[in-house]
C-alpha cells in the first residue's frame, strides 16, 4: 500500500494572492528591519530621482535600503549575492516585495548613495539599541560583532555614549568598504552558475535527458567489451558463453550511481590530476 503523503505540488499555481508579510514568522529581522526604514527619513534618497521622466523608472529606493541594509545585517555583503537572494531566500524576497535587481544596479546604488546609507545604517542600529535588542542580526566585520546594545550597563554617560556612536559609525563605514572589496573580488565571475543553454526548464530538462542517454550509451558499450549482452538478466558468462557463479552489479546498460556526464563538454572524463583531485578533461595520446 501507498504511504499517504501531505500534499506536495510544487507546480501549483496559488489561487489567491499571499500576503507577503506572511512569508515570515513574527520577530523576524526582516520585519524589524522592515518597520525601521519605513519610519526613517529617507528624502536624501529620493531626492536624486526627482528629475526622471516616466521613461527611467529607477527601483524604489525605500526598497533598495531595506535589501542592503537587510543583507549586511545577515552577512551579505556582495551585491551579487544579494541579488541572487532576492531570488532564492525568502526574507529578501519579503523587504523586496518581489523585485528583483540585477547585482550591478545594487552595486550602483550603493555607491551612488553611500554616505546616506551609513549614516541611515547607524539610525537602524541606534533603533534596536532603545528597543533592547541584543543585536542586530549577525554583523561581523573582521571578526568584530557591531552589537546594538553598546554597553552592558542600563545607564550610560554621555561622554560613553558619543564614544560609542563613534565607534559604531567607524565600524558601519568599515562594512560598507567590506561590500565594496566583495564586489572588486567578484566583478569578474560569471553571470549565472548554470551554462545559460540550459537556465530554461525546458532545456534543462533536454540536456539531462541526454546526459542520461549518453552515460547509458557508455554503459552499453563497456558492457559489451566485456561480453554482455542485453538478455544476460545481470548473470556473468565465461569464454564459452555459458552462465558463470554471481551476479553482475546492474543490468546491461545501466550506468553506476556515481557515474558522471559534463553538459558542456559530453566527450569529456572525469580524470584524476597529477596534483590530486578530479577534472574533467581528455586523455591525449599519439
Not at 88 to 98: I, M, P, Q, Y
Not at 169 to 182: E, M, P, R, V
Not at 199 to 221: S, V
Request: charged share 30%; hydrophobic share 40%.
Amino acid at each position: 500500500m501507498a504511504a499517504n503523503y501531505l500534499p506536495y505540488e510544487p507546480h501549483q499555481m496559488l489561487l489567491l494572492p499571499a500576503a507577503l508579510q506572511e512569508w515570515l514568522p513574527e520577530g523576524h529581522l526582516a520585519h524589524f528591519v522592515n518597520d525601521a526604514v519605513d519610519g526613517l527619513d529617507l528624502s536624501a534618497f529620493h531626492a536624486r530621482y526627482q528629475k526622471d521622466g516616466p521613461r527611467n523608472q529607477p527601483f524604489h529606493p525605500v526598497m533598495m535600503v531595506k535589501v542592503l541594509i537587510y543583507g549586511y545585517a545577515t552577512g551579505v555583503f556582495s551585491s551579487r549575492k544579494i541579488a541572487r537572494k532576492l531570488h532564492e531566500d525568502v526574507a529578501f524576497r519579503v523587504l523586496a516585495a518581489s523585485n528583483f535587481p540585477a547585482h550591478r544596479t545594487v552595486r550602483d546604488f550603493r555607491a551612488i548613495h553611500l554616505t546616506e546609507l551609513s549614516e541611515l545604517f547607524v539610525q537602524v542600529v541606534r533603533l534596536a539599541r532603545e528597543m533592547g535588542l541584543v543585536k542586530l542580526g549577525t554583523i561581523a566585520v573582521d571578526g568584530t560583532k557591531v552589537k546594538a546594545n553598546a554597553s552592558r550597563h542600563k545607564a550610560m554617560s554621555y561622554g560613553h555614549m558619543l564614544k560609542a556612536e563613534a565607534e559604531l559609525k567607524a565600524q558601519i563605514d568599515a562594512l560598507l568598504n567590506k561590500a565594496l572589496a566583495a564586489d572588486e573580488a567578484e566583478k569578474n565571475e560569471p553571470e549565472l552558475d548554470i551554462p545559460a543553454e540550459i537556465a530554461r526548464r525546458q532545456d534543462r530538462l533536454d540536456a539531462i535527458a541526454a546526459a542520461r542517454a549518453r552515460l547509458e550509451e557508455r554503459q552499453r558499450e563497456a558492457g559489451l567489451a566485456r561480453g554482455r549482452s542485453g538478455d544476460d538478466e545481470q548473470k556473468p558468462r565465461g569464454p564459452d558463453g555459458k552462465p558463470k557463479g554471481g551476479r553482475y552489479k546492474k543490468p546491461f546498460g545501466v550506468p553506476e550511481d556515481k557515474a558522471q556526464d559534463n553538459f558542456t563538454d559530453p566527450e569529456s572524463r572525469i580524470m584524476k590530476r597529477a596534483g590530486g583531485g578530479f577534472d574533467p578533461a581528455y586523455n591525449g595520446q599519439t
